[in-house]
T-cell receptor, first 110, second 114 residues
C-alpha cells in the first residue's frame, strides 16, 4: 500500500465549478497534512496545511481532514483556468519528512 | 514575501563529476531540507538539517551525498560522483520552527547527468 495515494487524473472541471481533489494515507498516526500546487516545470507551492479533523478554509480553497478514514481532500471553489496544475498531497512523517503522493493533474476548462 | 532561492537553475555535468547545488533558505527559518523529483515521478525526501547537523535522511541519501551550511545564509547539497540516475529536479525547502511544520520550496535546480 502506498503511503500517500492520489488519483493521478487528469481531472477536468469547467470554469466556475468546484474542483474536488482527494488523498488517502496509510499511516494512522500521521498528524500533519499539506496541499501543494505544482505547475509544469515548477516547484511545489504550499496552498494549505491542516492538522485537525474538519474543514479549513482559505479564500477559494477548503481543506478537509478525516483522520478516522485517513483521507484529506481539497476543494477549489469558482475554479479558474489559472488553477490548472498538479496538486500534491503531502503527509508529515515523523517530525521532518514530507511524504508526497503522485499528484492529481487538474485542468480547468474555460 | 521572502522566498527560498536556488542556484543554478540548470546544471549539466558528466557522470562521475562532483556537483554542488546551492540554496538560500528564508532568513528566519531554522529547518532546511532537500527533496528531488525525477521527471514524471513524485517528490522524494532526501535530507533534513537543523542546528548544523543532519536530523533525518532517506535511503537515497547515501555516502555520495552531503549537505553543509557553510555560512549564515547558504545551504548546499553536494553529490560527489554523479550517476545518470541522479538526473532530477532538486528542491531546497525551509521551515520556520516546530510550531509550524510548513515547508516552503525553492524554484529548484534541474540536474542533468550525461
Amino acid at each position: 500500500q502506498k503511503e500517500v495515494e492520489q488519483n493521478s487524473g487528469p481531472l477536468s472541471v469547467p470554469e466556475g465549478a468546484i474542483a474536488s481533489l482527494n488523498c488517502t494515507y496509510s499511516d494512522r498516526v500521521s498528524q500533519s497534512f499539506f496541499w501543494y500546487r505544482q505547475y509544469s516545470g515548477k516547484s511545489p507551492e504550499l496552498i494549505m496545511s491542516i492538522y485537525s479533523n474538519g474543514d479549513k478554509e482559505d479564500g477559494r480553497f477548503t481543506a478537509q481532514l478525516n483522520k478516522a478514514s485517513q483521507y484529506v481532500s481539497l476543494l477549489i471553489r469558482d475554479s479558474q483556468p489559472s488553477d490548472s496544475a498538479t496538486y500534491l498531497c503531502a503527509v508529515l512523517k515523523g517530525a521532518q519528512k514530507l511524504v508526497f503522493g503522485q499528484g492529481t493533474r487538474l485542468t480547468i476548462n474555460p | 514575501e521572502p522566498e527560498v532561492t536556488q542556484t543554478p537553475s540548470h546544471q549539466v555535468t558528466q557522470m562521475g563529476q562532483e556537483v554542488i547545488l546551492r540554496c538560500v533558505p528564508i532568513s528566519n527559518h531554522l529547518y532546511f531540507y532537500w527533496y528531488r523529483q525525477i521527471l514524471g515521478q513524485k517528490v522524494e525526501f532526501l535530507v533534513s538539517f537543523y542546528n548544523n547537523e543532519i536530523s533525518e535522511k532517506s535511503e537515497i541519501f547515501d555516502d555520495q551525498f552531503s549537505v553543509e551550511r557553510p555560512d549564515g545564509s547558504n545551504f548546499t547539497l553536494k553529490i560527489r560522483s554523479t550517476k545518470l540516475e541522479d538526473s532530477a529536479m532538486y528542491f531546497c525547502a525551509s521551515g520556520r520552527d516546530r510550531s509550524s511544520y510548513e515547508q516552503y520550496f525553492g524554484p529548484g535546480t534541474r540536474l542533468t547527468v550525461t
